[in-house]
Structure formats: structure tokens, C-alpha cells
């Protein structure tokens, strides 16, 4: 993913930081909750690899989800926002404007 040019301050990247993890964690936790949940009413062999393409197609869209590039975080975190594994007060701390650049992008996509 391309990303825009912006500065980030040192408190900024803190937050950045910490609501990226925040994210992933979330979402990573919902994850293997899901996952668990599937496996145990698995009875076919069908189904063993379902789960098997399942997983697959998560884990390229959780590390294509995950790039650690701050020029793309106002991105990334616009979709953590749509997809609500992150809120607007796990950003508490960015720029007003990144925050406003972040909420319409969540809003648009």
C-alpha cells in the first residue's frame, strides 16, 4: 500500500504503536476464538480442509492488514476504524488532522 508523507512526533508513534498492537491483538484474539470454535465441530475431512483454506486467506489478510510503515498508517488505521478493532480513543494523542484524515477514509471506504 502507497503511503502519504507525514510527519509523526515521538508521542504520536507511541500511540501509533500501541493502538497497532492493540489492533492485532484484537483481532488475532477474535481469530483463534473463531477458529476454536470451528474446529470443534469439524467431522468430515471436508471440512479439516475448509478450515485449512480459511486460515490461509486469513493470514494473508492479517499480514497485508499489519504493515508497520507509518507513510501508510493513516490508511491502515482508517480500515482498524471501519472494521472497529481499533475506536477514535485508542488514537487519543495524533493530530487533530490525522484523526480527521483517519475517521473520513472509514467512513469513505
Known amino acids: 500500500m502507497q503511503g502519504i508523507e507525514t510527519e509523526w512526533s515521538e508521542l504520536e508513534k507511541q500511540v501509533a504503536e500501541e493502538a497497532f498492537k492493540k489492533a492485532y491483538n484484537r483481532e488475532t484474539t477474535a481469530l ?8 470443534s465441530i469439524i467431522t468430515e475431512i471436508e471440512e479439516v ?9 486469513k493470514r494473508h489478510e492479517i499480514d497485508g492488514k499489519y ?10 488505521f482508517a480500515r482498524l476504524l471501519k472494521e472497529k478493532w481499533i475506536s477514535l480513543d485508542d488514537l487519543s494523542g495524533l493530530e487533530t488532522d490525522k484523526l480527521a484524515k483517519m475517521s473520513a477514509l472509514a467512513r469513505m471506504s
Open 49 to 57: 480442509w475448509q478450515l485449512h483454506d480459511f486460515l490461509s486467506a
Open 32 to 39: 483463534i476464538q473463531e477458529i476454536s470454535n470451528k474446529a
Open 67 to 76: 504493515d508497520f510503515d507509518y507513510s501508510a498508517f493513516i490508511f491502515v
